[in-house]
Every structure is written in C-alpha cells, then in structure tokens.
C-alpha cells in the first residue's frame, strides 16, 4: 500500500497543480459563464497549458525539420560529389537513379532519413559501384538520447544505430577492355574465381570494433606492415596476400592517402566473404561475393570528400591492373595457384564448422521440441485422468523387472 502511495502521489500533485491553473474559471457559477459571452469566457480562461503544449508540438516539429534537413543536405553533399567523380574521372556510363539535371532525388533515401544509397555501373573491370550512408536519426533527438542512453547502461542492448559512416562496396566483374575497339574476354568467369581471397588494411583505432562488426575480417590475421603508416595494419587470411596492395597500387599515392585519412578512414578490404556470420552453409552460399569494402567516417567537408573519392579510383585502379593480368597474361600474378588453393582449403574447414554448429543447433532444437510435446502429452493426459493410470502400469512394469532380476541372481 505504501508504494502505490509513493507512485501515485507525485501524479496526483502534478494534477492537482494543472487543476489549480483554471481554478479561478472553474470556480464561476455556469449561469455567470453563459453571462459573460464568448469573448469574456476566452479572457477569463487562462489559456498557460494550451500554449505550453503548443510551444513543446512546434519545438518537436523544429528539431525534426532541423535533423531531417540537416541528414539531407549531408547526404546531397556526399552523392552529388562521388557521383560527378564517378560519372567525369572514372567513366562509369549510369551513375545514380536519375539522369544529370534531373529534379528527382539521386539516390534512394530511407528510414527516415537516416539510410542513404546510390550506384554506378557501365564500366570496363567493375560491376558496379554501391555507396551507403548512414546518419544518425537527426529528425527524433529524443528517441536518439535514449536509444544511447540503453546503450550505456544495458550494451547488450545496445541499438544497431549508434554509429554513423559511409561505407562504399566495389565490385568486379572479370571484364577487362584496353581501349573502345578492343574484344571483351569471354573467360570473365573463370578470372572472378581468382577474387576469392581477404585482404584489408585497417585503421587500429578500430580494428577490434570491425573485427567483431564484420564477419570476414574476424577470419583474418592482425599484422603490422613496414610499408604502411604506423596507424594502420594488415588483416588478410594469409600473410602472403598482405602485399597485394603494393602489387596493384602505386605504393607513394597509397601511402599519401593512408596518411592523409587517418582520422577518416576505417578500412579497404577486399573479400568474397558475408559481412554478417552465417547461420548455415546455405546462408554462407548465398551471401558469398567478390567486392571490396571501403569503409570510412561520414565525410562532412570538402577535403574529406576529395579523400573518399581518391580512396574509390585507388581501389578501382587496383581491380582494373588486377584483371588486366588475369586477361593478358603477360606478366606473373601476384595472387598465386597455391594462395588461391590454401584460400580454397580454408573456406571449406569454415564451412565444416559452421555446418557442424548448424546441425547441432538442429538437434538441439529438435530435442527441446520433443519435450515440449512430451509435456503437452502429459498434461492432456492429466486432464483426462489417464496420466494416473499410466504412471500405475510403469510402476508396476518397473517392479516386475526387479523381481525378475532378483530370481535370476538367486
């Protein structure tokens, strides 16, 4: 009884006090009301909580105008310059959903504003180009505040939608084509099955955090590299494949960019692994593809969207040497027959023990069913008033076969 007081007290007085507001206009007779008219009946109303609500609606719609114009303009900033780097430097024949100087948004927009994405295609050795943003919920400060909030004091609560980063995802097609005459490759197939391999170059400051965010980066091996800056580190599947950077990119403008994006840059890896760990050897199939994942802060001035977009010709620079000596054949391939082999052989010992998991997660759900019908079972009998009879008959069972052993020992 003592705590429903103490609960309901502080509501109670907080009634009471909106109560007293109007006590004065609530006090006057209702004949002296319908006396006063309608202009008298405002004046005397005191109209405080009416106007306070109305202030707390406006500010609410202010702060959502403010984020959701503030999320916008960031992500305009970021699709209308990767996009005319896309469309002017690196050639790709469709960048965006809409064509250049058209009204209609350049790219898809959802969640509120808070998810953000964009494409390119059309181009010799690359797929296609897809560019992610994601921003805070800017729009709802409030729910922001206590999804943070969860997060502090309950992490395994937390929200996926803590963080906000631009992440760009270039992905190869086998294709390489010298100039506008030339024959495209027939063998674009077979030259993607050289692609399946992780290497990564990852920022320190967060190597823990991808290791764990991302699924293929947690397979790889942590080193430092004497050809990269002091902040970054190799995380590749093998040691060997570390040098794959430096076999495709020139090693002066790698480094420059590295340097000049340590506090941007989270990091370039090129996989063929899912992002999310699988369930089963299905999902693991399913969600296999050659790519290579930029992963990068929001970028919020000029220079930091310069860097992204030299950061995207690096990488494409580097799958386009990449497949030219896959197509050509005129010079030895870094990514050798036994990396590819070992690459082969490691996929398959984490595919057996992501099936061995599944099955057991199978047979553990399995049993967990059949007691749940063992249960369902002896309740209805118990309703029906066979489960007595039934535990009769194996008791009696039980004790015919003690004294059937018991004769036998005699």
Not at 357 to 386: I, T
Request: a neutral charge.
């Amino acid at each position: 009884m003592n705590q429903t007081n103490g609960t309901v007290s502080p509501l109670s007085a907080v009634l009471q006090f909106m109560n007293s507001i109007n006590s004065n206009y609530t006090s006057i007779p209702h004949e002296e009301r319908l006396a006063m008219g309608f202009l008298g009946r405002v004046q005397a109303y005191n109209w405080i909580q009416e106007i306070v609500l109305g202030g707390i609606v406006i500010f609410m719609l202010c702060l959502y105008k403010f984020g959701t114009g503030a999320n916008l303009s960031r992500g305009d900033k970021l699709f209308a310059s990767v996009h005319d780097f896309l469309r002017n430097e690196l050639s790709f024949a469709r960048v965006g959903f809409t064509a250049p100087g058209s009204k209609e948004s350049i790219h898809m927009d959802q969640h509120l504003h808070t998810w953000m994405t964009s494409f390119a295609t059309g181009r010799s050795g690359i797929d296609c180009v897809n560019v992610n943003l994601h921003l805070y919920p800017r729009n709802n400060p409030l729910t922001m505040l206590l999804e943070n909030v969860i997060g502090w004091y309950f992490p395994i609560l937390a929200f996926d939608v803590d963080n906000e980063f631009c992440e760009i995802i270039v992905r190869p097609n086998g294709v390489y084509v010298g100039s506008e005459t030339a024959n495209v490759n027939a063998n674009a197939k077979e030259v993607m099955n050289n692609f399946k391999f992780i290497a990564s170059i990852v920022n320190k400051t967060v190597m823990n955090q991808s290791r764990h965010d991302n699924y293929y980066l947690s397979l790889t091996h942590t080193v430092d590299g004497e050809d990269i800056p002091d902040q970054y580190v190799y995380m590749s599947e093998m040691n060997q494949l570390n040098g794959f950077f430096a076999a495709y990119a020139k090693k002066d403008v790698l480094n420059e960019l590295l340097n000049k994006a340590t506090d941007f840059l989270d990091f370039i890896s090129f996989t063929d692994l899912p992002g999310d760990k699988p369930e089963n050897v299905s999902v693991w199939n399913a969600n296999k593809l050659q790519r290579c994942v930029i992963r990068t802060k929001v970028p919020t001035n000029q220079k930091e969207l310069d860097l992204l977009n030299k950061i995207i010709a690096l990488v494409v620079e580097m799958y386009d040497n990449y497949t030219r000596v896959l197509v050509q054949k005129n010079e030895p391939s870094f990514i050798t027959t036994d990396m590819l082999k070992k690459a082969t052989n490691f996929r398959a010992a984490e595919m057996e023990k992501i099936d061995k998991v599944a099955k057991e997660a199978a047979l553990a759900a399995e049993k967990e069913n059949q007691k749940d019908a063992e249960r369902e079972k002896r309740r209805n009998l118990k309703k029906s008033g066979e489960l007595e009879k039934l535990d009769k008959k194996m008791k009696e069972k039980r004790e015919r076969r003690q004294r059937n052993k018991q004769k036998v020992r005699m």
